[in-house]
């Protein structure tokens, strides 16, 4: 079993910075890939990013990239989001998953096996 948590969220203005951490128990965090993923009010979960277990391939959605980075340090069992150029429509509560097969990122929910309970991020105008 692995568990994930995230922190680093909080209340930014328009085209500030944020990073998110989420750090997992057990042994095997680096041979998975990780994934996250946001929730905003009245919407359904969206895939975000998501990097493979060794940190050489990763995936953005198009609305965040150029502005947001995924990074993972396994000595540290520990994956990042570096948001920069914030914008109102950020505004989410963003989740860490997990996928077993670290090999293949993936876009979609249902590959991941663990979440995080999730940090809030809101973006002011």
């Known amino acids: 079993q692995v568990q994930l948590v995230e922190s680093g969220g909080g209340l930014v203005q328009a085209g500030g910075s944020l990073r998110l951490s989420c750090t997992a128990s057990?042994?095997?965090?680096?041979?998975?890939?990780l994934g996250w993923f946001r929730q905003a009010p009245g919407k359904e979960r969206e895939f975000v990013t998501s990097?493979?277990?060794?940190?050489?391939?990763?995936y953005y959605t198009h609305s965040v990239k150029g502005r947001f980075t995924i990074s993972r340090d396994n000595a540290k069992n520990t994956v990042y989001l570096q948001m920069n150029n914030l914008k109102p429509e950020d505004t989410a509560v963003y989740y860490c998953?997990?996928?077993?097969?670290?090999?293949?990122?993936?876009?979609?929910?249902?590959?991941?096996?663990?979440w995080g309970q999730g940090t809030q991020v809101t973006v002011s105008s």
């Open positions: 998953a997990a996928k077993r097969n670290g090999l293949k990122i993936a876009t979609s929910q249902a590959e991941y096996d663990y």
């Open positions: 057990g042994r095997t965090f680096s041979s998975y890939a």
């Open positions: 990097i493979d277990w060794i940190g050489l391939s990763t």
